[in-house]
């Protein structure tokens, strides 16, 4: 069934999405390129590429995750996802997916808060 292939990768994907930023809420990256670098600790160098720098936009029109490493990712819309959800026979197993999948759009829009938030502070605090 292809939709197991696809929610496997789908939803542990995104599920990680909230774990992999963890430290770019008390490391502030440089906000814009007009404010210009601003310190950080540990230094952005000391990152692993795979952080999380950017989320940009929202569930419904779907986000798109910049990593430090430059790659991104664009994960389906929520419609999306939970239409793939509603793909299983079993009326628990559409159930199960789709509160991981709703859990993981709120994860994704949680850490897209806290990286605003990171970047608003002043360098040095966090």
Same mark, same amino acid.
């Given at each position: 069934?292809?939709?197991?292939?696809?929610?496997?990768?789908?939803?542990?994907?995104?599920? !990680?999405?909230? +774990?992999?930023?963890?430290?770019? /809420?008390? &490391?502030?990256?440089? =906000?814009?390129? $007009?404010?210009?670098? @601003?310190?950080?600790?540990?230094? !952005?160098?000391? +990152?692993?590429?795979?952080?999380? /720098?950017? &989320?940009?936009?929202? =569930?419904?029109? $779907?986000?798109?995750? @910049?990593?430090?490493?430059?790659?991104?990712?664009?994960?389906?819309?929520?419609?999306?996802?939970?239409?793939?959800?509603?793909?299983?026979?079993?009326?628990?197993?559409?159930?199960?997916?789709?509160?991981?999948?709703?859990?993981?759009?709120?994860?994704?829009?949680?850490?897209?808060?806290?990286?605003?938030?990171?970047?608003?502070?002043?360098?040095?605090?966090?």
């Amino acid at each position: 069934m292809p939709l197991l292939v696809r929610r496997a990768t789908l939803v542990p994907a995104l599920l !990680a999405v909230p +774990l992999l930023a963890v430290p770019l /809420v008390s &490391v502030p990256l440089a =906000a814009n390129a $007009g404010d210009g670098p @601003r310190p950080a600790s540990p230094r !952005a160098d000391d +990152l692993p590429g795979e952080t999380i /720098v950017a &989320v940009e936009g929202d =569930a419904a029109f $779907g986000f798109t995750v @910049r990593r430090l490493d430059g790659s991104t990712e664009h994960p389906p819309t929520l419609s999306e996802s939970v239409a793939e959800c509603h793909e299983y026979d079993d009326p628990t197993q559409v159930a199960v997916c789709v509160a991981e999948v709703e859990t993981s759009f709120a994860g994704l829009a949680d850490v897209q808060r806290s990286l605003r938030w990171a970047f608003a502070q002043p360098p040095g605090r966090g």
